[in-house]
Structures are given as C-alpha cells and as structure tokens.
C-alpha cells in the first residue's frame, strides 16, 4: 500500500517569489508520482507526472518536480508565482504496477499575495 | 476534444435517499474511477472500472456501487446516504494507451446530505 504525506497545509507567497510545496510518500513497490492542482470549485487538473527516466520534471504552468528516491520525496517548485496559482495542490502516488489506483495527499493550499 | 463530463453539478439528498451520479469519460479512454472528497481533504478511491468489469474497489461500505455501460460511462450510487456522504464526488478517465494511472478529471458532483 502507498500514502503521501504533505507536509503543509498552507503556504503563502508574495508574486513573483519562487515556491516549494513539499510532498513525501511511502510505499513497497516503486512507483508513479503525480501532482495534480484544484481550482475553486473545479475538478483536478494534472500539472505533472513522474514514471521513470530523468528525476526532474517539468509540467504546465511553470512548475517542476523532483523525483528523490532515497528521501522518497516528491516536491513541486516555481521560480515565480503568479496570483492566478492560488488553489489547492495535491501530491499523488499509485504503484507502477498500471492499475492501482491514485492515493492522494490531503493536499496544500498555495496562496499567492499581491 | 470534450473532457471528462458529470451529472448533475450539485445535488441536495435527505438522510436514507439514494442517489445516481453519472459520468462520461474522454472519448476513447476505457476505464473510469470514481473518488470521495471531502471537505478539506484529498480525494479518496472508490471504485475503478475497466472494460465495464470491477478492477478495483477502495475501503467503503456496500452502500457505495458503481457500474460502466457498453459506452463506458458510469454510474455511481450510494443507498441509505448519510451526513458523512456529503463532498465532491470525482470521476476520472483513463486510457490504456497512455497508461491507466494517468487520469483526467472531471468537475465533480457537489452531493450534500442533510
């Protein structure tokens, strides 16, 4: 079984300050990583994914990630926030076995302060 | 290309109705799951369905059931609701070409009990 833990609830930033959002998991078997963000009142919209190859990854909107399998972290960052990335931000991670379901963090909410 | 689309938007049931939520995943995509999120947390895996057959179902009571139609969508029911049904109710859709863990939400369904 996999969990994800985030570990902040809240994170404020002025714009154009760069931004980390801390994301460790655990889990048996190796895995696949995901970061998905929430819009108020919207579904979840995928930012980026982690299967294998290079551990750094780039997603939309600016954002990347860093895949570290000895600190089993998975942490998102922006060189420069904007006020349009304000919204809920959810760590996510299933096992790579292609079909076990996506186990979530409880998620961090990014708000951005003009 | 339509997204994945949820019916209705928002409901309002009483304690002991039952309620249907529909969904209709990205043409072409096979499988669909469907997840509880409740207020404040991230969302939780119910159930996922693959080729109309059950390929997975998360830790919840047997008043939760879902199915998919030849068409591959899907319907989620719930019988007996209770207050602690209330929350957002995804469906997400994958394809197994992309792999099944990459999965595209919809907007959700807005299910409050009282």
């Known amino acids: 079984a996999q969990s994800v833990t985030q570990l902040d609830s809240q994170v404020p930033v002025f714009e154009e300050a760069p931004v980390e959002l801390r994301c460790n998991y655990s889990?048996?078997?190796?895995?696949?990583l995901f970061w998905y963000v929430q819009y108020p009142n919207q579904g979840l919209q995928l930012l980026l994914k982690?299967?294998?190859?290079?551990?750094l990854v780039k997603g939309i909107n600016g954002f990347e990630a860093e895949f570290n399998k000895s600190q089993t972290s998975f942490h998102l960052r922006k060189p420069s926030v904007h006020i349009s990335d304000t919204a809920e931000y959810f760590c996510?991670?299933?096992?790579?076995?292609?079909?076990?379901?996506?186990?979530f963090g409880k998620g961090t909410r990014l708000s951005v302060i003009a | 290309d339509a997204g994945v689309t949820q019916s209705p938007t928002h409901l309002i049931k009483t304690r002991g109705q039952h309620v249907t939520l529909r969904c209709s995943p990205i043409s072409g995509h096979k499988s669909v799951s469907w997840y509880q999120q409740v207020l404040g947390q991230g969302p939780q895996f119910i159930f996922q369905?693959?080729?109309?057959?059950?390929?997975g179902r998360g830790n919840f009571p047997d008043r939760f059931s879902a199915r998919q139609f030849p068409n591959y969508s899907s319907e989620l029911n719930v019988n007996a609701l209770l207050l602690g049904d209330s929350a957002l109710y995804l469906c997400?859709?994958?394809?197994?070409?992309?792999?099944?863990?990459?999965?595209?939400f919809g907007p959700g369904t807005r299910l409050t009990v009282t």
């Open positions: 997400a859709s994958s394809s197994p070409f992309r792999g099944l863990y990459e999965q595209y």
């Open positions: 369905y693959y080729e109309k057959e059950e390929r």
């Open positions: 982690y299967l294998s190859g290079s551990t």
């Open positions: 889990s048996s078997v190796s895995v696949y």
């Open positions: 996510a991670v299933s096992g790579n076995s292609g079909n076990t379901p996506l186990v």
